[in-house]
């Protein structure tokens, strides 16, 4: 089971950037997939998940209305569309995946992590 996030990097205040999860090793249509976050001296935290399906998302009130989460079920990847990004949102974006439902990861239940990728918001 592997996770492999990527798509982070450097922007300005109103920009946008789109993170990816690549899976592998197991069956990707029966997990949860989701997106936590984690800025330096702080504790890493929920953003967004989507349900096996796709159909099902969640997102913490700190995102909701600039970043979006989709997953591609033939491409076994997950998606976070992030816009009117704010300084604020700079920290280490990691991918997390868990079997059964999405409000698992949204209650901070894990099963896999990915790597992280560094997103940085410039003001």
């Known amino acids: 089971v592997q996770l492999q996030a990527s798509g982070g990097g450097l922007v300005q205040a109103g920009g946008s950037l789109r993170l990816s999860c690549a899976a592998s090793g197991w069956t990707f249509s029966s997990y949860g997939m989701g997106w936590f976050r984690q800025a330096p001296g702080k504790e890493r935290e929920f953003v967004a998940a989507?349900?096996?399906?796709?159909?099902?998302?969640y997102y913490a009130d700190s995102v909701k209305g600039r970043f979006t989460i989709s997953r591609d079920k033939a491409k076994s990847t997950v998606y976070l569309q992030m816009n009117s990004l704010k300084p604020e949102d700079t920290a280490v974006y990691y991918c997390?995946?868990?079997?059964?439902?999405?409000?698992?990861?949204?209650?901070?239940?894990?099963?896999?992590w990915g790597q992280g990728t560094q997103v940085t918001v410039s003001s």
């Open positions: 989507v349900s096996w399906s796709g159909e099902v998302t």
């Open positions: 997390a995946s868990q079997m059964g439902a999405a409000t698992r990861l949204a209650g901070g239940s894990v099963g896999t």
